[in-house]
């Protein structure tokens, strides 16, 4: 396994659609490693490949609390097949725009439909904070963020704090 850099605001590469992988093969395994152990030094509870770089439609998830045992989730062009009519709010936040963090509503139960680590074809229902998080990183798949569901003047304000940032060098 190898710890990857995660990509942040404003890199394109996060607006980007990312292709859905023809199976679960050798390198995607190795890719499924690298996230997961990027994910957990990061600290964080989901991640997306294309936060490393690579836009291929790969998610881990894992949402167990740093004294227990941990339980990785592996999803391969993970699919929402049903979403409650009822939203839920959570202060969310990202990897990719660290430090920022805002309330977002989304369905409060959703059902997807993923291939494993062994490739094998299954279906999840979520809710609470594993409904929240698999929904935020299918958006990174599609080049959405959560500060997408912000108001305008947050979103600017944040976007316009990264440039900047960038601009001296990552600060
Ligand atoms: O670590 C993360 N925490 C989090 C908290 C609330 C809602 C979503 C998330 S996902 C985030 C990691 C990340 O950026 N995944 O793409
Ligand atoms: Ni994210």
Known sequence: MSLREIITLP?????????????????????????????????????????????????????????EERKPLFMANPEIVSASEALSDYEEGCLSIPEFYEMVARPSEVKVRYLDRQGEARELAASGILATCIQHEIDHLNGVLFIDYVSKLKRDRVIKKFVKAQKLGKL
């Open 11 to 67: 890199d394109p590469l996060l607006r980007q659609t990312s292709r859905p992988v023809s199976g679960v093969d050798k390198a995607a395994r190795k890719l499924f490693d690298d996230m997961l152990e990027t994910m957990y030094a990061a600290p964080g509870i989901g991640l997306a490949a294309v936060q490393i770089g690579v836009p291929q439609r790969l998610v881990v998830i894992d949402l167990s609390k740093e004294d």
